[in-house]
């Protein structure tokens, strides 16, 4: 397999005004230089192989969207290069454009007041491809899902789902070598996320494509990657299999528990009762999550320790998964 | 890839035309309403032209057909403005949202496909308006036919249309830096009302203002002095068609530059 995306210690940095505070400070803003530079993106490197889905993960402004502004081209790096399918993607915007394609959650990128078939048409158009080409993806399109009654339906008229999936269908309509996902399934229902997953993984494997995926839906994570990269505050903090993630906490395991009475009151008392323990207590509106570090502090034990002082109603044992795994991580990093 | 020159994009932008003409008449009662508001707005502006004029014959050595002459030039030109570049009204919209960045994407020139969305149909009733208006005047005047004469017409409208575009598209790319250009196209849109006068009726001042500063004395007067005035045309209207093709390259580029910037600063 050979490398479509090399990334060697790239660095973004922007500036920024210093803003002051109250009616004042914004007028003495008018005339201020006083920037501060702000690092986006700190020293990142990577290569993606073709044909990966790499899940692309970070807390809210980790630096994902900007790492993929570069790739795409929109962004230069202030330091370092990046290599997309041998070109470098802010010198040669256009060329790169050709081969990449791009969606962007909630930001249709179709034309809002033609039906879905006129926008495929103009895209055919605007990207060159070939009758056979287009023709073959649109019967590929017809095998996977149900686009019959998109075709015909203005993009305006069309529900966010419908239209996210038309979004990606236009996104591998010219079979680029890479596709960018950036939240791709941001505000869908339950189906709607099931589907354009199956989708994703469908014309990934069809066709072979790199898909580049950022997200904060960890269902999204573990239906499609393999391979994720995890940023934080502009630095890579993991770069790997998503199975050797969860061997670093294989020694995890949830307790989860529902007591009689208020939960959040149990759930601060539990703080309380557990402090010292390697566990860390979270609650939700039904369930206080435990997660118990087993090398260090046995289930059976917390268990003892919190049912002494209260009824427990339910309870159950949870592995591990993803999304608290890259909590993990967002939290305490790496060790 | 094969290479993408100006046929190919001719090619592209009619497709787009194609489709957006297609959806817009389904908005039938939109579609109808802003044809009537473009009729009035048109009888209007003609109507406060008239009432002045008919109470002064001549200005400065200008007659009441050959203002009418300069109405309807000015009106001509500003139909490609109207027509093919409207969507520089909603960049400001585009760029304040962060939704400009979509249009980053696509293998093709940046300005050709932000401009090509939108085709502003209205303008098409200002251009028959102008037309008629300077069929008329023209007779009037009997300033007569010949091919030169036709020739001159056409090159010198197409000047008139390129200096109006690069001031609305300068004007729009001011959005990149301030964010909001609403103030600044709208003034630009207002100098356009002094295009239609003979530059020779302002003080020296706003002469040299309109003519190298916010250049709207090309969009009507220096062209039309080649039609109107051509025993005396002045070195300024001969080099307007260059100079219509140079404000252009400079808007283009200005605006191009500022969308750099913009996506270079993140969103």
């Known amino acids: 397999m050979s490398n479509i995306i090399e990334i060697k210690n790239v660095t973004k940095e922007f500036k920024v005004l210093n803003r002051r505070e109250g009616l004042k400070g914004s007028l003495k803003d008018l005339f201020s230089r006083d920037y501060k530079t702000i690092r986006a993106v700190d020293n990142i490197s990577m290569t993606i192989a073709q044909g990966e889905i790499v899940g692309y993960l ?85 095998s996977l899902v149900d686009i019959e009654p998109l075709l015909h339906k203005p993009v305006r008229q069309m529900s966010l789902g419908q239209r996210t999936l038309s979004d990606i269908l236009a996104a591998f309509l010219h079979n680029p070598k890479i596709v960018f996902l950036d939240e791709p399934t941001i505000g869908l229902d339950v189906s709607m996320k099931n589907k354009i997953r199956t ?101 059976m034990d917390v268990l003892n320790v919190i049912q002494k002082s209260r009824e427990i109603r339910d309870m159950k044992l949870e592995e591990i998964s993803t999304e608290e795994v890259i909590r993990k991580i967002y939290e305490e990093g790496v060790k | 890839m094969k290479r993408k020159g100006l046929g190919f994009y001719l090619r592209i932008y009619c497709k787009i035309l194609a489709q957006d003409l297609k959806s817009k008449m389904s908005y039938r009662a939109d579609f109808i309403i802003s044809t009537i508001g473009m009729i009035f707005t048109n009888i209007a502006g003609f109507v406060s032209f008239w009432i002045l004029f008919r109470s002064f014959p001549e200005i400065n050595g200008w007659s009441y057909y050959e203002m009418l ?68 005047s023209w007779n009037k005047i009997g300033l007569g036919f010949t091919p030169l004469i036709l020739l001159k017409m056409i090159v010198f409208l197409i000047t008139a249309s390129l200096i109006m575009i690069a001031v609305m598209n300068a004007a729009a790319a001011t959005c990149f830096w301030i964010t909001n250009s609403f103030y600044v196209m709208d003034l630009a849109l ?78």
């Not at chain 1, 605007?126 to 017809?142: A, R």
């Not at chain 2, 001042?205 to 045309?233: C, H």
């Open chain 2, 190 to 267: 207002k100098f356009k009302d002094y295009a239609r006068y003979p530059i020779t009726i302002f003080s020296p001042v706003f002469r040299f203002i309109f003519t190298f500063v916010m250049p709207v004395a090309f969009i009507a007067y220096y062209p039309s002095l080649v039609i109107l005035r051509p025993d005396d045309v002045p070195i300024l209207s001969w080099l307007s068609p260059l100079f219509g093709c140079l404000f252009f390259y400079l808007s283009y580029k200005f605006w191009m530059f500022g969308a750099m910037r913009y996506s270079g600063t993140g969103s």
């Open chain 1, 58 to 142: 970070g807390p809210n402004g980790a630096g994902k969207s900007t790492t993929i502004k570069m790739m795409t081209g929109v962004l230069e790096p202030t330091f370092g290069q990046i290599t997309v399918n041998g070109n470098l993607p802010y010198k040669d915007r256009t060329r790169n454009a050709q081969e990449i394609g791009v969606v962007f959650g909630q930001r249709s990128q179709l034309w809002w007041s033609l039906p879905l078939i006129e926008s495929f048409k103009l895209l055919k158009d605007i990207y060159q491809i070939p009758d056979e080409g287009y023709s073959s993806m649109i019967k590929l399109y017809k």
């Open chain 1, 199 to 299: 989708l994703i993984h469908a014309l990934n494997k069809e066709k072979n494509t790199t898909v580049i995926l950022t997200t904060h839906d960890m269902g999204d994570v573990d239906a499609l990657c393999q391979r994720i990269v995890i940023i934080d505050k502009g630095k890579m903090l993991y770069d790997n299999d998503i199975e050797h993630l969860k061997g670093f906490f294989g020694s995890y395991r949830t307790l989860k528990i529902r007591p009689d009475g208020d939960i959040k009151d149990h759930s601060d008392a539990m703080k309380n009762e557990l402090a010292g323990r390697s566990v860390s207590v979270t609650s939700d509106d039904e369930w206080i999550s435990i997660l118990v570090n087993e090398d260090k502090t046995k289930v």
């Open chain 2, 69 to 136: 002459f300069l109405y309807g030039f000015s009106l001509v030109s500003l139909t490609p403005v109207q027509c093919f570049f409207d969507n520089n009204w909603s960049l400001r919209m585009y760029v304040y949202s962060g939704d400009f960045i979509k249009y980053c994407f696509r293998p093709i020139n940046l300005f050709f496909y932000y401009q090509s969305e939108v085709f502003d149909i209205k303008g098409l009733g200002q251009f028959a308006f102008g037309i008629g208006t300077l069929i008329y």
